[in-house]
């Protein structure tokens, strides 16, 4: 504000930023009025629960910070941005995001993500003919004793490699259709994943209202449990054959002793190298069936097989080169018996995987030596005695015979899945499974864009509270990027100019495209009486990403 002779000047900066594009996904969806119909509308009426979830989804989405903070971030945001009036954001704190989060852990809001995949699917016309699952972790600091009802914040497998932390577990199943999240779960940090798929499995029938689609995840499904359930609601799966199944031993014993003839049926451009080789995947025939009676295919990838080489070496050394620290060690303290030097042998082959690879012979040497029976200053004539004593050394062999034969098995990979051999060749169940790193991409989108992270509230069941607003942040992210991506490809547009420098991508994110319009303002002077407007003013590039996401532009008018 600035003083004249005229009066006061005010000069006012009407922030809008991303979130008129935030807001209009999330009025597609309906979220405030489905929170509604299942948690009411809460004590304080200024501000619904479908409100303070809605605002704490625009959060996520433009600049994640600690919930204390989220009144001083929505401060010099326009509140008609995300459809509040002046009065409503005057009352958003972290105290009333607190008691939204305690609704969405109630008994009465089980139902929003029921309703909200109903809604997701038929306002975005989402295919649901594919599901693919997986689960990662949040991991939490703190000790969380009174972590006591479900979901429970609890060690358990850390897949962030922190098992001195607690945390929770976090399924999510996606469409092949733009890998929009369809359902999720929050799960104690101790469940397992192979106990997850058959919940999972009946929220999906309940949501699509059938069970003939294609389910896919990781080889924690491959379980006869799971399999056949699948199989008795009439749905089709794809999974991966985990090693520790005797029908993978089998036929991996079986190329270690016979060369068998593999077929090329796909070629992968290398995502990574313009200029690098593809991965190439061949099949073979084999007519052995899972110990459930269900198809098996065996594929090998030309790239997992330099991994796995490169792997396998790595250990060969690492054994190696353990075993030659052992030998300097040998003869002392507790390794002075065959039996201590053997077990040691066999701790470090059996951590290395290098058992079959590495003959380990132990020697046994015996040293005289003369131990005099006199004490003080040593004399000739003095009396001695002959001791002997056993010297232990390791000689170290690489069977390369054995390393060949492993090599053939390298980049071999089994799906198991119940779709007929006659209708669905094999490259379009390598297709199929091959769609699944898109759920850890939407994992990786959690922990990095949205930045989940790990979080102290008052109530444990705050915790898994946040969990579901994440969860809303990564389906309305989802449909961002979905929309913009089949637009780009139904106009024909192949890259867009949206990292640094102006440099293109093809497969522009969400937090790519939100990042092109933060920072967009219009502005207002005020002299007495006198109001003036300065009307935004939207690049070219910024009409354009409205255009694809079919966001009216007068929402920036």
Known sequence: ME???QGSDVHVTHLLGPHPIIEHFLQRLDLRGIVRSFVGTGRERSIEHGEALAALVHNILDSPAPLYRIAEWAAPIDPRAFAFTPEQKSCLNDDRVARMLDALVSERGRGIWFRLALRMIKQFKIATDRIHQDT???????AYQESVREPRIVPGHNKDHRPDLKQLVFGLSVSADGAVPINHQVLSGNQSDDTVH????????SILGRGDFIYTADCKLASTENLTEIAAHGGKFVTILPRTRNEDKRFRQQLRLTRVRWKKIMDIPNKRSEVGP?????SCRTPEQSAEGFRIVWLRSSAKMKLDAVAREKRLDQARAELALL????????????RSIRKAVREILDHRSMKPFLDVQLKRQVREELKRLKRGRPAAGDPVRVVRRDVWSLHVRVDEKALRAEGRTDGVFPLVSNLDEKSTAKKEILSIYKYQPYVEKRFAQLKTDLEVASVYLKKPLRCAGLIHAYYVALAVSSLIERAARQAMARDGIEELPLFPEGRP??????????????????YEFRRGEEVVCFPLKLTALQ????KLLEVPQELYS
Not at 136 to 142: C, E, M, N, V
Request: aromatic content about 8%.
């Open 327 to 338: 030998s300097t060690r040998l003869n002392r303290r507790k390794l002075r018996s065959a």
């Open 198 to 205: 058959r919940g999972n499995l009946e929220e999906l029938r």
């Open 543 to 546: 009409k354009l990403l409205l």
């Open 278 to 282: 593809p991965d190439v995947f061949y």
């Open 136 to 142: 990662t972790t949040i991991t939490f600091h703190g």
């Open 3 to 5: 003083h004249t002779s």
């Open 505 to 522: 991508t093809k497969t522009p994110t969400c937090a790519r495209i939100l990042e092109a319009f933060n920072g967009v303002s219009w």
